[in-house]
């Protein structure tokens, strides 16, 4: 006998919170193009092509998976304290730099709180607030003076707001703009009550770039995320630093073995071959260099970036990755992030980074 009653309906957060666009092509599409993903290069992920690390693979071989997990993760927390030279009680690991976005959401947000977010950004920051029930409010960085990062503007938003969170992504995805890190502390200073969630995901890509962790203030929370610089995306790694009681109220959250026994000992192989990985994003810079140098010339126009990624304006970004991917070429188009008129590209290696520049020719042709 069907029920005469309506399905449980979730929590009308749930329903309103629409799911985010990400980059890297997903197997359905490549079902839908009838493509395999051996046909396609991926400059839509902003992954380290260089890695893994060598000794990653091999230390996979040696996890024993019929066991549960260390569930504290003690030696990947050990390493990662002495990676970003900070006691261990000040990390935890996660199943990526997302499953800590969520935590945070989960931990902090009530219905009705206010959760700023400055932007353009990845868009999990809101996502996870909204399904919280929170209210999220932006600042915009403008393609018109390449998204430069307006401190006053931001303070102003900020004193008007009051929010209970602030999320900033350092250097930002998608726009590779980092924050001055003195403007920070002072909104961060201002704002005593609020938290601020410094997502640094991509900051091991660039030279010299400086943590928010250098600021040492009660009320930052910095987001690493391994899936990217160590290339351990399909692992799902990644840690937050920050005060021992949001470490504290974060892991109270947390699914319990949600850092599994690969991701693991995939993280200690990984970090003990650091100075590999280094080498490895020193060559993705100058490729990125490179790349964009060549699209230059060919009189393209590419947003400035301090990372390997950057945002290229196009006629019609969904457009232009069609056109690509026809030929085997992923791009990101950046409408989801607000911006139709850009894709977003992550350089490659340069013989991978040549067979873009030929395809994008073709593509607006
Ligand atoms: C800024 C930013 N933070 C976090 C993530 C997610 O990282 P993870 O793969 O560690 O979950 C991404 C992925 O694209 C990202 O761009």
Redo the contacts with the bound molecule.
């Keep these: 006998m069907p029920s005469s009653f309506p399905p449980p309906q979730p929590r009308p957060a749930i329903l309103q919170t629409p799911r985010e666009v990400?980059?890297?092509i997903t197997p359905a599409e490549l079902a839908r193009l009838g493509m395999d993903p051996g046909q396609v290069i991926d400059f839509s992920?902003?992954i380290n092509p260089y890695g893994p690390a060598p000794g990653v693979r091999s230390a996979l071989t040696q996890v024993a998976i019929a066991a549960y997990p260390d569930p504290e993760a003690r030696n990947l927390r050990q390493a990662l304290a002495e990676h970003v030279r900070q006691p261990p009680a000040r990390i935890l690991p996660?199943?990526?730099?997302?499953?800590?976005?969520w935590l945070i959401a989960l931990a902090f947000l009530d219905p009705g709180d206010r959760a700023a977010v400055l932007g353009p950004?990845?868009g999990?920051y809101a996502r996870a607030a909204r399904l919280m029930g929170a209210q999220t409010v932006s600042w915009l960085a403008s393609p018109d003076d390449d998204f430069a990062v307006h401190p006053d503007a931001i303070a102003q938003m900020l004193g008007r707001v009051q929010p209970r969170l602030v999320f900033l992504?350092h250097p930002?995805?998608?726009t590779g703009q980092p924050y001055p890190l003195g403007a920070l502390a002072q909104w961060a200073a201002a704002h005593p009550t609020a938290l601020f969630v410094v997502?640094e995901?991509?900051l091991p890509f660039l030279a010299d770039g400086r943590s928010a962790l250098s600021l040492e203030a009660s009320n930052i929370l910095v987001?690493r995320?391994?899936?990217?610089d160590h290339a351990l995306?399909g692992l799902?790694?990644?840690y937050a630093v920050g005060p021992d009681a949001v470490i504290d109220a974060l892991a109270q959250v947390q699914p319990p073995w949600s850092v599994h026994a690969m991701a693991q000992a995939a993280g200690l192989a990984s970090l003990a071959a650091q100075s590999w990985v280094d080498a490895s994003l020193a060559q993705v810079r100058e490729d990125a260099r490179a790349l964009r140098r060549a699209l230059r010339a060919l009189g393209w126009r590419p947003h400035p970036s301090a990372t390997h990624f950057f945002l290229l304006p196009v006629e019609d970004g969904v457009q232009v990755r069609e056109g690509l991917l026809r030929q085997g070429v992923v791009v990101r188009d950046a409408a989801s992030f607000g911006l139709p008129g850009h894709v977003r590209i992550a350089a490659r290696t340069p013989a991978e980074n040549a067979r873009l520049l030929e395809a994008l020719g073709r593509a607006i042709a």
Excluded: Q, V, W
């Design positions: 990400h980059g890297a992920a902003n996660g199943h990526g730099a997302s499953e800590l976005i950004t990845y999990e992504c930002n995805n998608p997502d995901a991509y987001l995320s391994m899936t990217k995306a799902r790694l990644g």
